[in-house]
């Protein structure tokens, strides 16, 4: 009888995990947990009466202290473990290990965070148990800022609440603050974090880019349009509108950039004029002027205290081969320091570009500052080029490192009342407009050294920074079920199979 009473006893247990198991994977009690359940507890039962006078002398035995030493000391241990891992929850620090650093929140995301000023509610709309890499994410956003806090949602469990926000599909985020709200339809860093920056702006700042003089088109999708450039201005809260300048009688009041990019033939007169009325007035300017601009651009730069090469700047570094480019398109790793550059490390790259230094005879008091420069192995190549070989020219071309962007900043001299006469005006000047195509917009730093300027020029500095990217993705998607085989598997029955075979070897060597 006591024989069959242990074969019980371990049976209740086998049955009673059983039971465990099927309800954690089903996650609900049904027949099938219930029976091992009920099953296993009544065999443990059986074991307990049959051996119910064995048990009573093993509690009462010097092993039976001593085991009872060594539990209390498990105990002890187990609640330093639980006092260390709520005191970490509440004062956590987060390491991302991963090559791609698919964990970590971008630069942008980071600074959008830490300067919230109003809170900010995020809604998820996903199917249950497909939430998971949305769950992620949005902890790691909340763990920048206290006032972001986020719920999950099943459309199909709670109607009502989808149809209120009219959601359409599984994967759907809401945004809200203050009264508006953003909806997103992708689990994508960028995506939300451009939401939260445009619920939590006031208003949206309006973006001018010049045309009638064969500026690259914010509309075109070919590899020299500037759609990309447009989408992304679009996605972090700008208003972007094409203007010929021709038509006005002064650039619009509501212009808070004015962009002219990869002019081709010269200004008007009165366009001219326009521009430095606009600047001096505490205007924001970004040129973008390529080499065969024409001469009034390098005129208004000059005005500014900027000079504008005539050349074409050769990088004979060789670095340029490792992405395919040839040595006239020079690339930079080397930033001088400004609000614009601050914490960005990444290369960028300028497919025929010019040269740009300080001009001595430029507006008194403008502050010229030196942003991007190329590697010393580059030059500024004054001579025409030809198919042939491309080589410096002592006396000619000029040395690198060469300066390929620069920002000017000035106090206004007919600044409007309303800014109390302490408004500044900013220039930024690039020595091409190819950089900011599409063809090359979404290269290294390209895109965020672009966006980065225009946020400077936009005086929303908390905006620079790199922008999110699509990390690659290593994970291995694994269902709920298989998921928590995998946890059973390797935390208990691995684990449990040591211990019996632990307590089976201890029993025959007595």
């Known amino acids: 009888m006591k024989k069959l009473a242990q074969y019980c006893g371990w049976a209740g247990l086998a049955a009673i995990l059983a039971g465990l198991v099927v309800y954690s994977l089903l996650n609900t009690m049904s027949a099938g947990a219930y029976i091992p359940l009920v099953f296993g507890i009544l065999l443990l039962l059986f074991y307990i009466i049959v051996q119910f006078e064995e048990i009573k002398k093993g509690l009462t035995s010097r092993s039976a202290k001593f085991g009872s030493n060594a539990a209390l000391m498990?105990?002890?241990?187990?609640?330093?473990?639980?006092?260390?891992?709520?005191?970490?929850?509440r004062f956590s620090w987060r390491l991302d290990t991963t090559a791609a650093r698919q964990f970590s929140l971008a630069d942008q995301s980071r600074n959008v965070l830490k300067n919230l000023d109003r809170d900010v509610h995020i809604i998820g709309f996903f199917k249950s148990g497909e939430d998971a890499r949305a769950q992620e994410l949005l902890t790691e956003y909340k763990h920048f800022?206290?006032?972001?806090?986020?719920?999950?949602?099943?459309?199909?469990?709670?109607?009502?609440?989808?149809?209120?926000?009219?959601?359409?599909?599984?994967?759907?985020?809401?945004?809200?603050?203050?009264?508006?709200?953003?909806?997103?339809?992708?689990?994508?860093?960028?995506?939300?974090?451009?939401?939260?920056?445009?619920?939590?702006?006031?208003?949206?700042?309006?973006?001018?880019?010049?045309?009638?003089?064969g500026e690259k088109d914010i509309e075109s999708t070919d590899q020299s349009g500037l759609n990309t450039a447009k989408t992304a201005l679009t996605d972090e809260n700008y208003e972007i509108e094409k203007m010929v300048l021709a038509e006005k009688t002064a650039v619009p009041s509501d212009c808070a950039v004015l962009i002219v990019a990869g002019p081709r033939s010269d200004l008007f007169a009165n366009e001219r004029r326009m521009i430095d009325d606009y600047l001096n007035s505490g205007g924001k300017a970004l040129?973008?002027?390529?080499?065969?601009?024409?001469?009034?651009?390098?005129?208004?730069?000059?005005?500014?205290?900027?000079?504008?090469?005539?050349?074409?700047?050769?990088?004979?570094?060789?670095?340029?081969q490792l992405f395919g480019a040839g040595p006239t398109i020079p690339i930079v790793?080397?930033?001088?320091?400004?609000?614009?550059?601050?914490?960005?490390?990444?290369?960028?790259?300028?497919?025929?570009?010019?040269?740009?230094?300080?001009?001595?005879?430029?507006?008194?008091?403008?502050?010229?500052?030196?942003?991007?420069?190329?590697?010393?192995?580059?030059?500024?190549?004054?001579?025409?080029?030809?198919a042939g070989r491309i080589d410096f020219d002592e006396?000619?071309?000029?040395?690198?490192?060469?300066?390929?962007?620069?920002?000017?900043?000035?106090?206004?001299?007919?600044?409007a009342p309303s800014s109390g006469g302490t408004a500044k005006t900013r220039l930024v000047i690039f020595g091409d407009s190819?950089?900011?195509?599409?063809?090359?917009?979404?290269?290294?730093?390209?895109?965020?050294?672009?966006?980065?300027?225009?946020?400077?020029?936009?005086?929303?500095?908390?905006?620079?920074?790199?922008?999110?990217?699509?990390?690659?993705?290593?994970?291995?998607?694994?269902?709920?079920?298989?998921?928590?085989?995998?946890?059973?598997?390797?935390?208990?029955?691995?684990?449990?199979?040591?211990?019996?075979?632990?307590?089976?070897?201890?029993?025959?060597?007595?």
């Open 74 to 89: 498990i105990l002890i241990i187990f609640g330093l473990i639980v006092v260390v891992n709520i005191f970490m929850n």
């Open 145 to 213: 800022s206290e006032k972001l806090d986020f719920t999950f949602t099943d459309p199909d469990k709670d109607p009502g609440l989808a149809k209120k926000y009219a959601i359409k599909a599984y994967g759907t985020f809401v945004v809200e603050a203050n009264g508006k709200e953003e909806k997103i339809e992708k689990t994508d860093e960028e995506a939300i974090t451009n939401a939260i920056i445009k619920v939590t702006r006031e208003g949206k700042k309006k973006i001018y880019f010049t045309t009638g003089h």
């Open 287 to 320: 040129l973008m002027i390529d080499p065969e601009a024409g001469l009034s651009y390098a005129e208004l730069a000059a005005a500014w205290g900027c000079k504008l090469g005539d050349d074409i700047v050769v990088d004979a570094s060789g670095l340029g």
């Open 333 to 386: 790793s080397q930033y001088e320091p400004h609000a614009i550059t601050r914490d960005f490390s990444l290369m960028t790259f300028y497919p025929e570009a010019r040269s740009i230094s300080r001009e001595a005879e430029g507006s008194a008091g403008a502050q010229f500052q030196e942003i991007a420069k190329t590697s010393p192995r580059s030059w500024a190549e004054t001579s025409p080029l030809t």
């Open 395 to 415: 006396g000619l071309d000029v040395r690198g490192p060469i300066t390929l962007a620069a920002a000017v900043e000035k106090s206004a001299t007919n600044a």
């Open 434 to 510: 190819d950089f900011a195509g599409n063809s090359y917009f979404r290269v290294q730093g390209n895109g965020d050294f672009f966006m980065n300027a225009v946020s400077w020029l936009a005086e929303e500095e908390d905006l620079i920074s790199v922008r999110a990217r699509d990390p690659e993705d290593r994970r291995i998607n694994l269902t709920q079920m298989q998921s928590t085989l995998i946890l059973y598997l390797g935390v208990i029955l691995l684990p449990l199979a040591i211990f019996i075979t632990g307590i089976v070897v201890y029993r025959k060597r007595r």
